[in-house]
Nanobody
């Protein structure tokens, strides 16, 4: 069992940056593919980014590619999401999640067995 806790959300102006953190306890994160998802009001939860167990490979949704960077520090049992050039369309609750499934299924929320409680990101115009 692993517990995930996100932090770093908040209110930021368009064009600004935020760095989300996801701290894990209960089990080492190094055995999991880690992902970030988001859910805006009235919309379904969507994939944002994922990173492989070693941190050597990352994948991004087209909507955030070039603006967001996912990273992990397995020694600290923490995953990060650096978000730059934020727009109001990035406003959502952001969740980190852990998956023991293989890399090919990284974009499917159904493959993630552990979820954090979410952190709100609000981007104003």
């Amino acid at each position: 069992q692993v517990q995930l806790v996100e932090s770093g959300g908040g209110l930021v102006q368009a064009g600004g940056s935020l760095r989300l953190s996801c701290a894990a306890s209960g089990r080492t994160l190094s055995i999991y593919t880690m992902g970030w998802f988001r859910q805006a009001p009235g919309k379904e939860r969507e994939f944002v980014a994922a990173i492989s167990r070693s941190g050597g490979t990352a994948d991004y949704a087209d909507s955030v590619k070039g603006r967001f960077t996912i990273s992990r520090d397995n020694a600290k049992n923490t995953v990060y999401l650096q978000m730059n050039s934020l727009t109001p369309e990035d406003t959502a609750v952001y969740y980190c999640a852990a998956s023991s499934s293989g890399w090919p299924s990284r974009r499917s929320s159904y493959e993630y067995g552990y979820w954090g409680q979410g952190t709100q990101v609000t981007v104003s115009t």
